[in-house]
């Protein structure tokens, strides 16, 4: 008979526990579907960044060594170059007139750290032969960047 007594509370107790669960799940609820609302709204805005009709070029820089020697541009069509930085110390890209000559465009960092990404997003309006390096190491890793 006394157990008997003992199960009331212990009722009391569950049936609190199941309203404080159900009120934890009413929380989570609204805090999921908070989440998936703010991910649509910033695809659109990451969709929109990339430059519309600009030419992708991918260049990745490891070993004090550019992957290419060469890059190829369509004249007064802009590009965007993306460096990726897979050596332990920092590179950069930047395109000159010639060698030696004016810088038209550099990457953004100028200098991209070890692990990292940059890039570089300009129009060439003339056709012609162009040069491109790294200016921290502008002897091993050069090339040419022709705008047809
Ligand atoms: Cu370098």
Not at 83 to 102: A, C, F, K
Request: aromatic letters at 4%.
């Amino acid at each position: 008979m006394p157990k008997r007594l003992w199960v009331l509370p212990i009722l009391a107790i569950l049936a609190i526990g199941v309203v404080a669960a159900a009120c934890g799940d009413d929380n989570g609820g609204s805090t999921a579907t908070r989440t998936p609302a703010a991910s649509p709204t910033a695809t659109p805005a990451a969709t929109a960044t990339p430059a519309a009709g600009a030419t992708q070029i991918n260049v990745v820089a490891a070993g004090m060594a550019f992957n290419t020697k060469s890059i190829e541009v369509t004249a007064g069509q802009p590009f965007t170059i993306t460096v990726e930085n897979q050596d332990t110390v920092p590179h950069n890209l930047n395109i000159y007139t010639q060698q030696g000559g004016t810088s038209i465009a550099v990457t953004d960092p100028q200098l991209i750290p070890a692990g990292g990404t940059g890039t570089l997003t300009t129009t060439i309006a003339q056709p012609g032969t162009y040069y491109f390096q790294c200016d921290v190491h502008p002897t091993q890793m050069n090339g040419t960047l022709t705008a047809k």
